[in-house]
T-cell receptor, first 116, second 114 residues
């Protein structure tokens, strides 16, 4: 079974631009979560989508947004990029978002975003 | 909000030794505690988890213990091997909107010397 895939793997942008990252979950998984990983702040939860609805949102500014499509694929968008947005952006999928004891969350390899 | 402290930040052991990583959390509403292993260039991988109604869970060389009263949980790896070298993250998660929202520790870099 194919794992979580993220595209692109690497991205370089300049301040003020916007960026869209894509995530394809494991087949059959309906929950997709996004995380930001930086050396300074560590791993932080951005938001979670389930059946095209945002169920939860972390403590990030409105410049960070996302959506989920009917096939469970998800995109996240960051507008008006700042230097501090440079990070590894990770996507993770699970069947239901961890509600059941056997519902494991699987991470993708991440998209490395560099803002110059 | 939730705050998770993880110690140590770096742990160096000889192959065959045991390794212990400890985490404390602040929010008593947290009731799901996963541990992740992250190798260079890869996303985190769940290695073991524990829910708040259980005090200990074991899976081969890996075990996790939870003390809800003291709000701390630990990862134990026995008979370490060089391939165990990686960064390990703990997380404390609470239920929200039908799913779990995690707060992560800062990570422990485990180095296993052959």
């Amino acid at each position: 079974k194919a794992g979580v895939t993220q595209t692109p793997r690497y991205l370089i942008k300049t301040r003020g631009q916007q960026v869209t990252l894509s995530c394809s979950p494991i087949s059959g998984h309906r929950s997709v979560s996004w995380y930001q990983q930086t050396p300074g702040q560590g791993l932080q939860f951005l938001f979670e989508y389930f059946s095209e609805t945002q169920r939860n949102k972390g403590n990030f500014p409105g410049r960070f947004s996302g959506r989920q499509f009917s096939n469970s694929r998800s995109e996240m968008n960051v507008s008006t990029l700042e230097l501090g947005d440079s990070a590894l952006y990770l996507c993770a999928s699970s069947l239901l978002g961890g509600r059941e004891s056997t519902d494991t969350q699987y991470f993708g390899p991440g998209t490395r975003l560099t803002v110059l | 909000g939730e705050n998770v402290e993880q110690h140590p930040s770096t742990l160096s052991v000889q192959e065959g030794d045991s390794a212990v990583i400890k985490c404390t959390y602040s929010d008593s509403a947290s009731n799901y505690f996963p541990w992740y292993k992250q190798e260079l260039g890869k996303g985190p991988q769940l290695i073991i988890d524990i829910r708040s109604n259980v005090g200990e869970k074991k899976d081969q060389r890996i075990a996790v213990t939870l003390n809800k009263t003291a709000k701390h949980f630990s990862l134990h790896i026995t008979e370490t091997q060089p391939e165990d070298s990686a960064v390990y993250f703990c997380a404390a998660s609470r239920r929200s909107g039908g799913s779990y929202i995690p707060t992560f520790g800062r990570g422990t870099s485990l180095i296993v010397h052959p």
